[in-house]
């Protein structure tokens, strides 16, 4: 299989990543949203039955702001990072620990013959990342959960997080807890660790966050940031909460 022109490649791929940042999600496309330090591996809708390891697959990366790049070239991983991409199967693209750096827009391409451009339709997947972080500061505890979303460019609009105290909204005259919104896409409890709250405060918190009025809940888990948590592969399909706690 001959490779693509470089020059023609590389116009395609600006014109029709910036369409689809113009236009964003619609119907039918992958929306992930995931916890910082897991793994997910994205699905491509549209591989050629017949292809032989992955050869007629091709996986962009694109952020606004940054050059798009090719980590897959025709079923070849291209693109080094400190934990590996690789390919699954079924040519899913398969991501480990993700940071916030991974958040943006991926897509899969089929190109089928000698030269030329996609012989299918491309299939895009976004992918956005939630960090949550503990903060002590003498006997001041503060939980942040920030998002950083597939697409900056629409960076207030996509998603909405708030953290969540038993189930329920944390009441704003709660004597014990105070909240906040530092930043767009991202929340803010605070509370002391004088009150019962700290001792199980890894259990009573929850952030929720909604993306295209989908809701998904994140915890810290069995304890706070630093360490990687199981991998999930958490995607956000139909309406109501999907937890994503193990």
């Known amino acids: 299989m001959k490779g693509r022109g470089a020059t023609g490649d590389s116009k395609w791929i600006r014109m029709f990543l ?5 236009t964003g999600v619609v119907s039918g496309d992958l929306l992930y949203t995931i916890r910082a330090g897991d793994g997910i591996t994205l699905s491509c809708e549209n591989v050629i039955k017949g ?12 952020k606004a702001g ?6 897959v070239t025709h079923g070849q991983v291209k693109y080094r990072r400190s934990d590996p991409l690789s390919l699954a199967g079924n040519c899913s693209l398969v991501l480990r620990n993700i940071s916030a750096e991974d958040a943006g ?23 956005s990342v939630v960090t949550l972080r503990e903060q002590t500061e003498q006997n001041k505890v503060t939980f942040t959960c ?32 105070k909240t ?9 409890v605070t509370f002391q660790t004088s009150t019962y ?22 915890t810290f ?24 706690t193990e």
């Open 18 to 22: 910036l369409v689809m940042m113009s």
């Open 51 to 62: 292809h032989r390891n992955c050869d007629t697959t091709t996986w962009t990366y694109s």
């Open 66 to 71: 940054k050059t798009a790049q090719e980590l």
């Open 105 to 127: 827009l991926y897509i899969c391409q089929q190109y089928e013959g000698e030269g030329g451009g996609p012989s299918h339709p491309d299939a895009p997947v976004y992918l």
């Open 146 to 177: 920030s998002v950083s979303p597939y697409d900056e460019w629409f960076y207030t609009s996509r998603h909405k997080v708030k953290w969540l105290f038993k189930g329920n909204d944390v009441e704003k005259d709660h004597p014990d807890i």
């Open 180 to 188: 906040s919104s530092p930043f767009s896409c991202s929340a803010a």
């Open 197 to 218: 709250v700290y001792s199980s405060r890894f259990n009573l918190f929850k952030c929720e966050v909604e993306t295209e009025n989908k809701q998904q809940l994140f």
């Open 221 to 244: 888990s069995s304890g706070p940031t630093g360490k990687n948590p199981p991998t999930t592969t958490s995607m956000v399909t139909s309406g109501g909460k999907t937890d994503t």
